[in-house]
């Protein structure tokens, strides 16, 4: 188990959109392994993975309408910034993102030595085997972080990460609707934030279906690249 | 007076009483209406006045001058279409704010229930 420093206190952030069959199983192997807080934010799902969160434990926000990843995490921000706490830990609701290596992500945020830790699947030993086109929009958004901000990036679009105090509370007044992860090197880069990354192990889903669809792919490839170059020149008050 | 020109004097007077009707009912709000006000103003005055219409067609170099209402037309169209997409995108970002905003209270609701039950409290500071 790990037990964080005496000072910073640790919020583990799930967001969850109709994850009634894996939220659960998520919240218990988190909570297994960690004495952190858990705080589900369900993003206006219609099934029940409020209640499936709270039977396992953990603090949920109940969004009244779906917002979407980012304006989900977002909110969790919020959350993080008004109850104090030092380090946001976030890992997906639908269990690709192993529970266990919170642990990884967090160390260097409580050591520290980073304001963010992004969790990467294609460091250390890697069993991830993508689809081509997602291999190739991961190899694009590598090239593209790389260029416009110098961070060298493995896994640009995990969202498997930890946060300190500092980005948290940036993050809580921006932090893009959807896609967010991408972009959020930008806005790393623009705070000149330390960012490392740090092997994690992800896994296939465990129930349902992932929301990528091939006109999404397409939309999302365009989108993050049109707010990633915009966030260059925009101005963050 | 040629055919399009009544034609679009009818339909540019028609427009702005419908635009001045809704405003008054409140169907329509100020903001939102004088873009569309200004619109059939300018092309309601176009239509009157045959020769600023001819001698403004001849400044950019359109030939047929009822063309020239069409341009006119259409780059108020574009215009009133990017406020709107101004608009929503204002609305998004407040509807975004407030869902977030009633997430965060009812969570500060359960807390302060869950706080009165145990002997055990913390703190829930209100969002700033």
Redesign the interface.
């Known amino acids: 188990m790990h037990t964080p420093p005496e000072a910073v206190r640790v919020l583990v952030v799930i967001p969850a959109y109709r994850e009634e069959k894996n939220i659960g199983a998520v919240v218990s192997a988190v909570r297994k392994h960690f004495p952190y807080d858990i705080l589900v934010?369900n993003d206006?799902s219609p099934d029940n993975t409020s209640a499936a969160a709270r039977a396992a434990g953990a603090?949920?926000?109940?969004?009244?309408?779906n917002?979407g990843i980012g304006?989900a995490v977002?909110?969790a921000f919020?959350?993080a910034r008004?109850?104090?706490y030092g380090a946001v830990a976030r890992i997906d609701g639908d269990g690709q993102h192993e529970p266990q290596d919170i642990g990884r992500v967090l160390d260097p945020i409580l050591a520290g030595s980073a304001d963010a830790a992004i969790g990467s699947r294609f460091l250390g030993e890697t069993q991830y085997r993508g689809s081509i086109p997602r291999i190739f929009g991961i190899g694009f958004f590598r090239t593209l972080v790389n260029l416009f901000t110098g961070y060298r990036v493995t896994d640009p679009t995990s969202g498997f990460f930890a946060i300190n105090r500092r980005l948290i509370e940036f993050y809580s007044n921006h932090y893009p609707?959807d896609y967010p992860e991408v972009d959020a090197y930008i806005l790393m880069h623009r705070l000149k934030a330390r960012a490392v990354e740090v092997p994690v192990r992800m896994h296939e889903r465990w129930e349902g279906k992932s929301s990528i669809t091939p006109f999404r792919a397409m939309y999302y490839m365009v989108k993050v690249t049109m707010s990633f170059i915009i966030n260059c020149i925009r101005r963050f008050g | 007076m040629s055919r399009v020109t009544l034609v679009s004097i009818c339909a540019s007077a028609g427009l702005l009483v419908y635009i001045l009707e809704m405003v008054r009912r409140r169907r329509l709000r100020e903001e939102y209406s004088i873009l569309w006000l200004f619109g059939s103003v300018v092309i309601l005055v176009l239509s009157l006045k045959q020769d600023w219409l001819i001698s403004l067609a001849r400044a950019v170099g359109i030939a047929y001058p009822p063309s020239f209402l069409f341009l006119v037309g259409i780059l108020f169209i574009l215009l009133i279409l990017i406020n709107f997409s101004i608009a929503i995108s204002r609305l998004h970002q407040m509807?975004?704010k407030m869902?977030?905003e009633?997430?965060?209270m009812?969570?500060a609701e359960?807390e302060k229930n869950e706080a009165g039950q145990e002997p055990e409290t913390r703190s829930?500071?209100?969002?700033?």
């Open positions: 934010v206006g603090a949920v926000l109940d969004l009244p309408c917002l304006g977002q909110t919020l959350y008004d109850h104090g609707s | 509807n975004k869902a977030q009633i997430a965060l009812k969570r359960e829930v500071r209100s969002p700033s």
